[in-house]
């Protein structure tokens, strides 16, 4: 089974619905994170969180919004989607105590559409 | 604010060359530089992590250099081959307290038969 899983793996919504994009992790990871990506550009983060109880914004957050219900759980809200937030939702999750080492592991990934 | 840059945004070569991928960032200050490769369908892989202190890493036919100075790192794919065809992206991670990678476009790479 995969480490890192997202649901669903694509989704196509109206301008101005609500939407929900989950993520779990069987990693353990005390940290996880939502970036989004565009053809043309890099990943660019939306939110982060280092525990259940800390979430922080990132670049581009706004229209976004974000539930960590528990260590393992992680979910990305868009209240009232508009089109250009089409793009290539990914979770990742981190372990704090690999130190230097800390890398970032990702699920595969959500594409979103919105019409 | 931290900037990352790939050339080129895109490569095609033939099965068994050596490449070699450019990564360029804007800011010296980093704690680590960061390669991945990215599949359709299947999330980005971590394939070379390297320190601040280092200037190297290895791992099988790929070798990922970190020159701070002039901030630039280059990943290099020896020995080519249709299975590398993938997205390689560059990350930049600024601080040691915050995991927090800033990502290059990405170079889509095609290595054919």
């Known amino acids: 089974d995969a480490d890192v899983t997202q649901t669903p793996r694509n989704r196509i919504t109206k301008t101005g619905k609500r939407i929900m994009l989950e993520c779990s992790q069987t990693?353990?990871?005390?940290?996880m994170y939502w970036y989004r990506q565009d053809p043309g550009l890099g990943l660019r983060l939306i939110y982060y969180?280092?525990?259940?109880?800390?979430?922080n914004k990132g670049e581009i957050s706004d229209g976004y919004s974000v539930s960590r219900q528990a260590q393992a759980k992680f979910s990305l809200s868009l209240e009232s989607a508009i089109p250009n937030q089409t793009a290539l939702y990914f979770c990742?999750?981190?372990?704090f105590g690999a130190g230097e080492g800390e890398t970032q592991y990702f699920g595969p990934g959500t594409r979103l559409l919105v019409l | 604010k931290q900037e990352v840059t790939q050339i080129p945004a895109a490569l095609s070569v033939p099965e068994g060359e050596n490449l070699v991928l450019n990564c360029s960032f804007t800011?010296?200050?980093?704690?680590?530089l960061q390669w991945f490769r990215q599949d359709p369908g299947k999330g980005l892989t971590s394939l070379l992590l390297?320190?601040?202190?280092?200037r190297e890493q290895t791992s099988g036919r790929l070798n990922a250099s970190l020159d701070k100075s002039s901030g630039r790192s280059t990943l290099y794919i020896a020995a080519s081959q249709p299975g590398d065809s993938a997205t390689y992206l560059c990350?930049?991670?600024?601080?040691?307290?915050?995991?927090?990678?800033?990502f290059g476009a990405g170079t889509r790479l095609a290595v054919h038969p």
């Open positions: 990693k353990g990871h005390d940290r």
């Open positions: 990742a999750t981190s372990d």
């Open positions: 800011d010296s200050a980093i704690y680590n």
């Open positions: 390297i320190q601040s202190s280092q």
């Open positions: 990350a930049a991670r600024r601080g040691g307290g915050y995991n927090k990678l800033i």
């Open positions: 969180s280092f525990d259940v109880k800390d979430i």
